[in-house]
């Protein structure tokens, strides 16, 4: 089986900086796109930032010039680097990615658990 495991969540105060990763583990062939996604109650979910398998990256508007998604392919894991964090970025993030299974041949879209963020002074 394939799954996504997120770490680097936690608390921070406005202006703070926080590092989110995501690693795919199991019976993998080949990873695609990764993206991370953020969700806060009574809204829907956003996409924060995405980058194709050969490293072309775009970001939502409100986190351009603040946050950073890179990924290491020889470990299948994708990174988000936040800084200047504001209050508004308070959410759940999820990593997100398209995977072949080793068994497989079409991708399949596959989410991590979540990871709480908060910003607070």
């Known amino acids: 089986q394939v799954q996504l495991v997120e770490s680097g969540g936690g608390l921070v105060q406005p202006g703070g900086s926080l590092r989110l990763t995501c690693a795919a583990s199991?019976?993998?062939?080949?990873?695609?796109?990764m993206r991370w996604y953020r969700q806060t109650p009574g809204k829907q979910r956003e996409l924060v930032a995405g980058i194709s398998s050969g490293g072309s990256t775009n970001y939502a508007d409100s986190v351009k010039d603040r946050f950073a998604i890179s990924r290491d392919n020889a470990k299948n894991t994708v990174y988000l680097q936040m800084n200047s964090l504001k209050p508004e970025d308070t959410a759940v993030y999820y990593c997100n990615a398209d995977i072949i299974k080793t068994s497989g041949y079409i991708a399949i879209n596959y989410w991590g658990q979540g990871t709480q963020v908060t910003v607070s002074s």
């Open positions: 199991g019976n993998i062939k080949s990873v695609g796109a």
